[in-house]
């Protein structure tokens, strides 16, 4: 809840500073993904702390294998993310008003590399529980591992938030690609963390 307040919150005021974006999709592109880079790494630092806070992770590994427990925190953080980015691009649209985007391009642009960040954010979530500043950690941890998907989703969004442009699906097969290499990436690493 509190990683869709700061989506909302960041949005609200992105929309009162940043002026009218509707001719410069890039920057308008880069904005959304900052506040749901952070909206994100709030969500994916607590996967696997409330267990470790709580002291219920040893419980959580006698009772489950690592690939049942990296495909359970995947997929909930998976749907998390996706209804938190839904939800901020929708008002994004709305509160920036542009005209026409491709709605198509948008939904591929922000649900394609959510598999991969949710993968990825899994595994730093474990690596990092034990850890008395896993917020920070995570924060700096995560950006350049992200980097990759994110560049591409925001060239993908900015073509999509311009009327008529081409998303290219270079940069689809690209998204794609990324999402699922680290889904497999972090099922391997996950069985040797966990």
Do not use: Y
């Amino acid at each position: 809840m509190s990683s869709l307040g700061f989506a909302f919150i960041a949005l609200v005021l992105v929309s009162l500073c940043a002026g009218d974006l509707t001719r410069q999709p890039r920057p308008a592109a880069g904005l959304l993904w900052v506040i749901l880079f952070f909206s994100s790494v709030n969500a994916l630092v607590r996967a696997f702390s409330k267990e470790e806070d709580a002291r219920t992770a040893d419980h959580l590994r006698l009772l489950a294998t690592p690939t049942i427990v990296f495909a359970g925190k995947t997929l909930f953080n998976f749907l998390l993310l996706s209804f938190i980015g839904v939800l901020t691009m929708i008002l994004f649209i709305i509160l920036f008003g542009f005209p026409r985007p491709d709605v198509a391009g948008l939904f591929a642009g922000l649900l394609l590399p959510m598999p991969g960040l949710s993968a990825l954010g899994t595994v730093l979530g474990a690596m990092l529980s034990r850890s008395q500043s896993r917020w920070a950690v995570f924060t700096i941890a995560a950006f350049p591992i992200f980097l990759p998907s994110l560049t591409a989703s925001v060239e993908v969004l900015s073509r999509s938030l311009i009327n008529g442009a081409s998303t290219g699906p270079d940069l689809i097969f690209g998204l794609f690609s990324f999402s699922v290499g680290m889904v497999l990436i972090g099922g391997l690493l996950f069985t040797e963390i966990w």
